[in-house]
């Protein structure tokens, strides 16, 4: 009867102790990954020591820029093709639109890994026509 208390007691302060210390905030870092959106599949990577991005459309890089810090969820994104304010979920995951692909309906882009690794899938002849979508 006595252990019982005690796992019981023991229990109880894990829970509040899990429940009062904070969780990790997401950070944008790493790589993001959409889901198929129509015949198309967005990529971006996002790296933490210069605050650099760069985003591709079905492999083809299609722009690159720069993102500030707004708050502890919110950045601004800043590049020569567009300009737009993201929000992290809690996940680590975040929404765009990109109105030529998914008729102006935003789309989740998913954290596959944190790596701050630099990404490259080759040369392709049709990045402007890729390009064009950001438009």
Known sequence: ??????????????????SVFPKTKP?????????????????RLV??????FVEWINNR????G????????????????????ITLNDDNSFEIVIS???DGTPFIMKNITTDDIRY???????VDEYKSLLD
């Open 120 to 126: 490259g899938f080759g040369k392709f002849e049709d």
């Open 27 to 43: 950070l944008l870092k790493g790589f993001y990954q959409s889901e198929m959106i129509g015949s198309h599949i967005i990529q």
């Open 66 to 85: 720069t993102y500030e810090k707004l708050d502890d969820k919110s950045y601004r994104i800043n590049s020569n093709r567009q300009n737009f304010e």
């Open 47 to 52: 790296r933490e020591e210069d605050n650099s």
């Open 61 to 64: 890089e299609v722009d690159r």
């Open 1 to 18: 009867m006595k252990n019982s208390k005690l796992i019981i007691l023991l229990i109880a302060i894990i829970f509040i102790l899990w």
């Open 100 to 102: 030529k692909l998914n």
